[in-house]
Protein backbone atom coordinates (compact mmCIF):
# COMPACT_ATOMS: atom_id res chain seq x y z
CA UNK A 1 0.00 0.00 0.00
CA UNK A 2 0.93 3.59 -0.44
CA UNK A 3 1.08 4.53 3.05
CA UNK A 4 4.13 1.66 3.81
CA UNK A 5 7.26 1.49 2.77
CA UNK A 6 8.68 -1.37 0.85
CA UNK A 7 9.91 -4.06 2.83
CA UNK A 8 14.07 -4.29 1.78
CA UNK A 9 15.23 -7.66 0.50
CA UNK A 10 15.36 -10.60 2.77
CA UNK A 11 19.16 -10.85 1.67
CA UNK A 12 19.64 -7.22 2.75
CA UNK A 13 17.40 -7.67 5.59
CA UNK A 14 19.57 -10.55 7.16
CA UNK A 15 22.78 -8.85 6.45
CA UNK A 16 21.66 -5.51 8.24
CA UNK A 17 20.88 -8.09 11.13
CA UNK A 18 23.21 -9.92 11.33
CA UNK A 19 21.56 -12.69 11.61
CA UNK A 20 21.46 -16.13 9.72
CA UNK A 21 19.03 -17.50 7.02
CA UNK A 22 16.69 -19.86 8.47
CA UNK A 23 13.13 -20.61 9.69
CA UNK A 24 13.34 -18.10 13.09
CA UNK A 25 14.53 -15.17 10.82
CA UNK A 26 11.90 -15.91 7.94
CA UNK A 27 9.56 -15.83 10.24
CA UNK A 28 10.74 -12.40 11.89
CA UNK A 29 11.21 -11.01 8.18
CA UNK A 30 7.64 -11.74 7.23
CA UNK A 31 6.04 -10.35 10.49
CA UNK A 32 8.48 -7.48 10.81
CA UNK A 33 8.82 -6.41 7.34
CA UNK A 34 5.78 -7.50 5.10
CA UNK A 35 2.72 -7.90 7.56
CA UNK A 36 3.41 -4.81 9.77
CA UNK A 37 3.43 -7.06 13.00
CA UNK A 38 6.98 -5.80 14.43
CA UNK A 39 6.09 -6.54 17.74
CA UNK A 40 4.06 -10.08 17.49
CA UNK A 41 7.15 -12.38 17.27
CA UNK A 42 7.91 -11.15 21.07
CA UNK A 43 4.84 -10.65 21.82
CA UNK A 44 4.21 -14.52 21.04
CA UNK A 45 7.46 -15.05 23.39
CA UNK A 46 5.50 -13.84 26.55
CA UNK A 47 2.92 -15.94 25.97
CA UNK A 48 4.56 -19.06 25.86
CA UNK A 49 6.24 -18.12 28.54
CA UNK A 50 2.94 -17.34 30.48
CA UNK A 51 2.22 -20.82 29.91
CA UNK A 52 5.31 -22.31 31.06
CA UNK A 53 7.31 -22.11 28.34
CA UNK A 54 10.91 -21.61 27.52
CA UNK A 55 10.19 -19.17 24.91
CA UNK A 56 13.22 -19.90 22.71
CA UNK A 57 13.56 -18.36 19.24
CA UNK A 58 12.82 -21.80 17.85
CA UNK A 59 9.91 -22.31 19.99
CA UNK A 60 8.35 -18.79 18.82
CA UNK A 61 8.98 -19.47 15.25
CA UNK A 62 7.54 -23.08 15.78
CA UNK A 63 4.46 -21.88 17.49
CA UNK A 64 3.46 -19.97 14.18
CA UNK A 65 4.33 -23.60 11.65
CA UNK A 66 1.87 -25.43 14.45
CA UNK A 67 -0.68 -22.59 14.11
CA UNK A 68 -0.84 -23.17 10.13
CA UNK A 69 -1.66 -27.37 10.65
CA UNK A 70 -4.51 -29.10 9.97
CA UNK A 71 -5.27 -28.80 13.69
CA UNK A 72 -3.51 -25.19 14.29
CA UNK A 73 -5.37 -21.64 15.39
CA UNK A 74 -5.14 -20.51 11.77
CA UNK A 75 -6.25 -23.15 10.13
CA UNK A 76 -8.99 -23.41 12.26
CA UNK A 77 -9.81 -19.94 11.80
CA UNK A 78 -9.94 -20.11 8.13
CA UNK A 79 -12.05 -23.13 8.41
CA UNK A 80 -14.76 -21.33 10.21
CA UNK A 81 -14.14 -17.97 8.39
CA UNK A 82 -16.32 -17.05 4.83
CA UNK A 83 -15.21 -14.64 2.22
CA UNK A 84 -18.54 -13.48 1.78
CA UNK A 85 -22.14 -13.62 4.28
CA UNK A 86 -25.56 -12.90 4.25
CA UNK A 87 -27.82 -11.83 6.78
CA UNK A 88 -30.05 -9.34 7.77
CA UNK A 89 -30.42 -7.85 4.42
CA UNK A 90 -26.69 -7.24 4.88
CA UNK A 91 -24.05 -8.24 2.78
CA UNK A 92 -20.39 -8.92 4.35
CA UNK A 93 -17.42 -8.64 2.41
CA UNK A 94 -14.20 -7.85 3.28
CA UNK A 95 -13.21 -5.18 0.18
CA UNK A 96 -16.32 -4.41 -1.62
CA UNK A 97 -18.67 -5.64 -5.17
CA UNK A 98 -17.84 -4.52 -8.34
CA UNK A 99 -19.15 -4.60 -12.01
CA UNK A 100 -15.89 -7.10 -12.60
CA UNK A 101 -16.19 -9.02 -9.24
CA UNK A 102 -20.11 -9.37 -9.57
CA UNK A 103 -21.10 -13.31 -9.63
CA UNK A 104 -17.12 -14.49 -10.64
CA UNK A 105 -16.23 -17.42 -8.90
CA UNK A 106 -12.24 -18.83 -9.08
CA UNK A 107 -10.88 -22.29 -9.70
CA UNK A 108 -9.02 -24.64 -8.12
CA UNK A 109 -6.29 -23.83 -10.67
CA UNK A 110 -6.23 -19.92 -10.36
CA UNK A 111 -2.46 -19.40 -10.46
CA UNK A 112 -0.66 -16.88 -7.33
CA UNK A 113 0.95 -14.65 -10.48
CA UNK A 114 -0.10 -11.68 -12.54
CA UNK A 115 -3.05 -12.59 -14.14
CA UNK A 116 -3.92 -12.05 -18.34
CA UNK A 117 -7.20 -10.94 -19.09
CA UNK A 118 -7.45 -13.36 -22.07
CA UNK A 119 -6.69 -16.39 -20.10
CA UNK A 120 -8.99 -15.64 -17.42
CA UNK A 121 -11.69 -17.46 -18.79
CA UNK A 122 -9.89 -20.75 -17.70
CA UNK A 123 -9.50 -19.47 -14.24
CA UNK A 124 -12.74 -18.98 -13.28
CA UNK A 125 -16.60 -18.16 -14.42
CA UNK A 126 -19.61 -16.09 -14.35
CA UNK A 127 -22.58 -16.93 -12.64
CA UNK A 128 -25.40 -16.81 -14.80
CA UNK A 129 -27.86 -13.68 -14.26
CA UNK A 130 -30.49 -15.60 -12.86
CA UNK A 131 -28.17 -16.27 -9.85
CA UNK A 132 -28.61 -14.80 -6.31
CA UNK A 133 -25.87 -13.16 -4.42
CA UNK A 134 -26.66 -15.95 -1.76
CA UNK A 135 -26.14 -18.58 -4.57
CA UNK A 136 -23.03 -16.37 -5.03
CA UNK A 137 -21.25 -16.34 -1.71
CA UNK A 138 -22.43 -19.99 -1.32
CA UNK A 139 -19.93 -20.65 -4.61
CA UNK A 140 -17.37 -18.70 -3.41
CA UNK A 141 -17.37 -20.00 0.45
CA UNK A 142 -17.10 -23.44 -1.01
CA UNK A 143 -14.30 -22.57 -3.00
CA UNK A 144 -12.48 -21.53 -0.40
CA UNK A 145 -13.35 -24.52 1.44
CA UNK A 146 -11.74 -26.61 -1.32
CA UNK A 147 -8.95 -24.68 -1.61
CA UNK A 148 -8.61 -25.35 2.28
CA UNK A 149 -8.50 -29.31 1.62
CA UNK A 150 -6.64 -29.14 -1.16
CA UNK A 151 -3.25 -27.03 1.15
CA UNK A 152 -3.93 -29.76 3.36
CA UNK A 153 -3.40 -32.60 1.08
CA UNK A 154 -0.58 -30.68 -0.90
CA UNK A 155 0.98 -27.88 1.53
CA UNK A 156 4.15 -27.48 -0.43
CA UNK A 157 5.69 -26.88 -3.46
CA UNK A 158 7.41 -30.04 -4.06
CA UNK A 159 5.82 -33.54 -5.59
CA UNK A 160 3.11 -34.16 -8.20
CA UNK A 161 0.78 -32.93 -9.25
CA UNK A 162 1.53 -29.48 -8.61
CA UNK A 163 4.75 -29.09 -9.61
CA UNK A 164 4.62 -25.14 -9.78
CA UNK A 165 2.16 -24.47 -7.51
CA UNK A 166 0.50 -26.09 -4.32
CA UNK A 167 -2.48 -26.78 -2.79
CA UNK A 168 -4.44 -23.60 -1.59
CA UNK A 169 -2.58 -21.30 -3.76
CA UNK A 170 -5.87 -20.27 -5.38
CA UNK A 171 -7.24 -19.09 -2.27
CA UNK A 172 -4.21 -16.99 -1.87
CA UNK A 173 -4.96 -15.55 -5.47
CA UNK A 174 -8.12 -14.21 -4.91
CA UNK A 175 -7.19 -11.89 -2.69
CA UNK A 176 -4.91 -10.44 -5.03
CA UNK A 177 -5.89 -7.80 -7.34
CA UNK A 178 -3.59 -8.40 -10.00
CA UNK A 179 -4.05 -12.36 -9.94
CA UNK A 180 -7.80 -12.28 -10.61
CA UNK A 181 -7.62 -8.93 -13.00
CA UNK A 182 -9.82 -7.12 -10.46
CA UNK A 183 -12.34 -9.96 -10.19
CA UNK A 184 -12.06 -10.47 -6.31
CA UNK A 185 -14.33 -9.08 -3.66
CA UNK A 186 -11.29 -9.51 -1.11
CA UNK A 187 -9.43 -6.22 -2.24
CA UNK A 188 -12.21 -4.45 -4.18
CA UNK A 189 -12.88 -0.97 -2.77
CA UNK A 190 -15.44 1.93 -2.71
CA UNK A 191 -12.81 4.29 -1.45
CA UNK A 192 -10.11 5.03 -4.23
CA UNK A 193 -7.54 7.98 -3.24
CA UNK A 194 -10.12 9.35 -0.65
CA UNK A 195 -12.80 9.36 -3.11
CA UNK A 196 -16.49 7.37 -2.16
CA UNK A 197 -16.97 5.45 -5.16
CA UNK A 198 -20.60 3.47 -4.17
CA UNK A 199 -21.16 0.21 -6.23
CA UNK A 200 -23.03 0.79 -9.17
CA UNK A 201 -26.59 1.13 -10.07
CA UNK A 202 -26.19 -2.88 -11.80
CA UNK A 203 -24.45 -4.00 -8.44
CA UNK A 204 -26.99 -2.17 -6.17
CA UNK A 205 -30.08 -3.59 -8.26
CA UNK A 206 -28.73 -7.00 -8.17
CA UNK A 207 -27.97 -6.84 -4.23
CA UNK A 208 -31.56 -5.46 -3.95
CA UNK A 209 -33.18 -8.03 -6.04
CA UNK A 210 -31.91 -10.83 -3.49
CA UNK A 211 -33.12 -8.60 -0.35
CA UNK A 212 -29.85 -6.97 0.39
CA UNK A 213 -30.21 -3.10 0.96
CA UNK A 214 -26.92 -3.02 2.78
CA UNK A 215 -23.20 -4.07 1.94
CA UNK A 216 -20.49 -3.56 4.74
CA UNK A 217 -17.20 -3.47 3.76
CA UNK A 218 -13.70 -2.82 4.85
CA UNK A 219 -9.99 -3.11 3.57
CA UNK A 220 -9.61 0.50 2.78
CA UNK A 221 -9.33 3.13 6.19
CA UNK A 222 -12.40 5.23 6.03
CA UNK A 223 -11.62 7.67 9.20
CA UNK A 224 -11.64 7.57 12.71
CA UNK A 225 -15.13 6.16 12.56
CA UNK A 226 -17.13 4.32 10.33
CA UNK A 227 -18.00 5.95 6.76
CA UNK A 228 -21.55 5.28 5.62
CA UNK A 229 -23.08 6.35 2.23
CA UNK A 230 -26.97 6.14 1.51
CA UNK A 231 -28.14 5.47 -2.06
CA UNK A 232 -31.81 4.98 -3.69
CA UNK A 233 -31.26 1.21 -3.25
CA UNK A 234 -28.99 0.66 -0.64
CA UNK A 235 -26.78 1.40 2.26
CA UNK A 236 -22.86 1.52 2.17
CA UNK A 237 -20.93 1.13 5.72
CA UNK A 238 -17.41 0.91 5.28
CA UNK A 239 -16.11 -0.14 8.93
CA UNK A 240 -12.29 -0.24 8.40
CA UNK A 241 -10.59 2.40 11.06
CA UNK A 242 -7.50 1.25 10.77
CA UNK A 243 -5.20 4.41 10.63
CA UNK A 244 -6.98 6.39 12.51
CA UNK A 245 -4.53 7.99 14.62
CA UNK A 246 -1.23 8.50 12.34
CA UNK A 247 0.55 9.81 15.45
CA UNK A 248 0.28 6.31 17.61
CA UNK A 249 2.28 3.23 17.32
CA UNK A 250 -0.12 1.26 16.31
CA UNK A 251 -1.80 4.30 14.10
CA UNK A 252 -4.91 3.05 16.04
CA UNK A 253 -4.74 4.94 19.46
CA UNK A 254 -7.94 5.15 21.27
CA UNK A 255 -10.38 5.10 18.34
CA UNK A 256 -12.59 1.62 18.36
CA UNK A 257 -15.71 1.68 16.89
CA UNK A 258 -18.50 -1.05 16.67
CA UNK A 259 -21.46 -1.62 14.16
CA UNK A 260 -24.83 -3.19 15.49
CA UNK A 261 -27.66 -4.25 12.75
CA UNK A 262 -30.58 -5.02 14.57
CA UNK A 263 -33.81 -6.93 13.18
CA UNK A 264 -36.99 -5.74 13.44
CA UNK A 265 -39.79 -7.62 11.81
CA UNK A 266 -39.03 -7.09 8.40
CA UNK A 267 -36.74 -4.39 8.44
CA UNK A 268 -33.19 -3.95 9.56
CA UNK A 269 -31.53 -0.77 10.91
CA UNK A 270 -27.73 -0.20 11.80
CA UNK A 271 -26.16 2.10 14.35
CA UNK A 272 -22.61 2.98 14.82
CA UNK A 273 -21.05 3.93 18.26
CA UNK A 274 -17.13 3.98 19.66
CA UNK A 275 -14.76 6.40 20.56
CA UNK A 276 -12.28 8.77 18.24
CA UNK A 277 -9.00 8.70 18.64
CA UNK A 278 -9.04 11.96 21.06
CA UNK A 279 -10.95 9.98 23.63
CA UNK A 280 -14.39 11.40 22.73
CA UNK A 281 -17.44 9.09 22.38
CA UNK A 282 -19.98 8.83 19.57
Known amino acids: PSWAPAPPPLAAWLEARGAQDGRVARVQYIL ?13 RKELREGGREGTDEEVAQSFLDALGPDGAYMRYMRAAQIGFCCAGTLFVHGGVTDRNLFWVPSLRLPYVQGREEAMDGYGRYLDESASVHEWMD ?10 DEHEAFPSYEGEPWKSFRGGDALMAFQSTPATCG ?18 ERVQRRLAGSGLRRLVVGHKPAGSSPLVVRTEHMELINADT ?34 LPDGRAF
Open 183 to 200: RTVVVAAHIDRGVVRPPS
Open 32 to 44: EETMGCPHTFEDR
Open 242 to 275: SYSDPTAPDRRGQAVSEVVIEEDGGSTQASIHGR
Open 139 to 148: ELNSFAQAAL
